[in-house]
């Protein structure tokens, strides 16, 4: 793998993408977060062409407990559905639910620092 591998993150509404990319780069790793679940394309993440794919799910009801939300259900499960080819080629799926902010970037990089994609300010 590159030295510095492009790691994507996709995931429905408030499942922590953005938490986790800001924590992953101030360990040192090249992070995109990209809202797949709101493009027409259930492809589109491909163009970006990441090295490392991390996929993150949580509940419909984590969904509404983090984020204010007008829409309902079914609007999320449309989420889960343009999420699917990627979740189908992720290179992790990580189930939110459960997790803190702190707890979510920790096991993460936990992962990463295991398949030696360590960061820059953390090395393996």
Known sequence: ???DPLILI?????SGKTTLGQGLRSLGYKVRTFA???SASRRLWQRLDPDYLIVLECSYETVRRRKQVTWGVNRY???LWLLAHAKAHADLV???DGFSPEQLVS???RHLVELGMGG???GS
């Open 77 to 79: 499960r449309r989420q």
């Open 10 to 14: 996709v995931g429905v509404c408030a």
């Open 36 to 38: 797949q679940e709101h």
């Open 94 to 96: 990580v189930r939110t």
């Open 107 to 109: 096991f993460v990089h």
């Open 120 to 122: 820059q300010e953390h």
């Open 1 to 3: 793998m590159q030295q």
